[in-house]
């Protein structure tokens, strides 16, 4: 096969860069290990940044997050007894929008289908072939079917498990990388949130969650060490560390339709790209899920790469391919920031020390009571516009 952009992966970013290069008259082709179907279900983040959402919009998929999203003002703290709001509309002038990233895939697949674009699912990628600088392959594995996908560029989504980031020569990048010690125990479940907007609970038993995807269904989080086994948290024990945690007595059991511990962790390759092979979103770059930036991370890599590809097939210009990672770093690096803080301040540390809780304590107060101090955190969630 043969085309000029080919990328590996059908979640947001491999899908979305698909999208904007056929705005821009640039053929590719995607290729994705799953079936679509599970593509389709698979629950991830849920929360976009207001320039995710225009971001949406300009491309022409955004009508069905814009009737069926949640939009966000602002977000709530809880801690000691006492919830406090952080009102983002007043302190940005901006908002978020709840809208679950299997909700944005099927949005993309809808779109590149009905365009004709192509994308092969149970396609496994098994390996980049960049033995030839000008003219990089995909070898990849259709129907029991080994075959060859050149192009003229390889764009890496697929993860940060994925074949993209082992294409790249060890001694060529850098891996920065943090493990945390805790994970979250996530549930969704087939009950009304608790509040209409986020609940963030910082609690002397530990962190929890109260996210949603819709009025009916709510995604919710409790902080667990990092090698917990979710057999350990039955139904009962889990709404009742909930309700003593958000504060939320009232908290309905609802039935739970997924439950799973998440690692958490943080990683940065630099650069990211090597000759004319291009990573993207957690291919390159791994956030904690506290800060909600994965998903907007990785849409703010492809608008940037979109954007230089269609510069190079118009006139030929490679300035933009050349600073694809300069121009993406500076917002991970942020990303990375505020995500590892918003980690470290709402997360009860295993050792239970006394001192550290009492700090965490205090700067909450601080961030819930000083107009600057909850301008920073609401600047840095709401995020920037994608370049």
């Known amino acids: 096969m043969r085309t000029q952009v080919g990328i590996v992966g059908a979640g947001p970013a491999g899908l979305m860069l698909s999208h904007l290069l056929h705005l821009a008259g640039v053929g590719s082709v995607v290729l994705e290990v799953r079936d679509r179907e599970y593509v389709e279900r698979r629950v991830r983040a849920g929360v976009l940044e207001q320039g995710t959402v225009d971001l949406l919009d300009e491309a022409g998929l955004g009508e069905r997050m814009r009737r069926e999203g949640l939009v966000h003002e602002g977000v709530n703290l809880a ?29 993309l697949i809808q779109a590149r289908l009905a365009a004709g674009g192509t994308v092969l699912f149970e396609a496994e990628a098994l ?21 060859w996908l050149e192009c003229d560029f390889v764009a890496a989504c697929d993860g940060s498990h994925g074949i993209g980031r082992t294409a790249v020569p ?5 891996v920065f990388e943090h493990e945390y010690p805790h994970a979250w125990l996530g549930v969704l479940a087939e009950t009304p949130p608790a509040s209409d907007e986020l609940i963030y609970a910082y609690h002397e038993r530990g962190f929890a969650l109260q996210s949603m995807r819709t009025q009916e269904i709510s995604r919710l ?3 667990v060490p990092a090698d917990e086994d979710p057999a350990a948290w039955p139904d009962d024990r889990i709404w009742e560390e909930l309700r003593t945690r958000l504060g939320e007595p009232e908290l309905g059991p609802g039935e739970i339709l997924e439950k799973g511990v998440t690692a958490m962790r943080s990683l940065v390759m630099e650069p990211m790209q090597h000759g004319r092979l291009f990573l993207a979103g957690d291919a390159a770059h791994v956030v ?12 703010a890599d492809v608008s940037v790469l979109a954007a230089g590809l269609a510069a190079y097939y118009s006139d030929g210009s490679e300035a933009s391919l050349a600073a694809y990672s300069e121009t993406c770093l500076r917002r991970v690096w942020r990303a990375e920031h505020f995500s590892s803080w918003m980690t ?44």
Request: aromatic share 8%; no cysteine; hydrophobic share 35%.
């Open 79 to 107: 801690f000691a007894g006492e919830r406090h709001r952080i009102d983002f509309r007043d302190l940005t002038g901006r908002t978020i929008t709840v809208y679950g990233q299997q909700e944005v895939v099927k949005d």
């Open 288 to 299: 904690p899920p506290t800060g909600a930036k994965g998903m907007n991370l990785a849409l």
């Open 170 to 174: 060890a001694e060529k990048v850098t």
């Open 344 to 387: 470290n301040l709402l997360h009860r540390d295993p050792a239970g020390d006394p001192f550290e809780h009492r700090l965490r304590l205090s700067h909450l107060r601080y961030v819930t009571s000083s107009r600057a101090a909850a301008t920073s955190l609401a600047e840095n969630y709401v995020g920037e516009a994608p370049v």
């Open 127 to 147: 390996f980049v072939d960049l033995g030839d600088a000008e003219r990089p392959r995909v070898r990849f594995r259709d129907a029991s079917v080994e075959r």
């Open 221 to 223: 989080y409790l902080q």
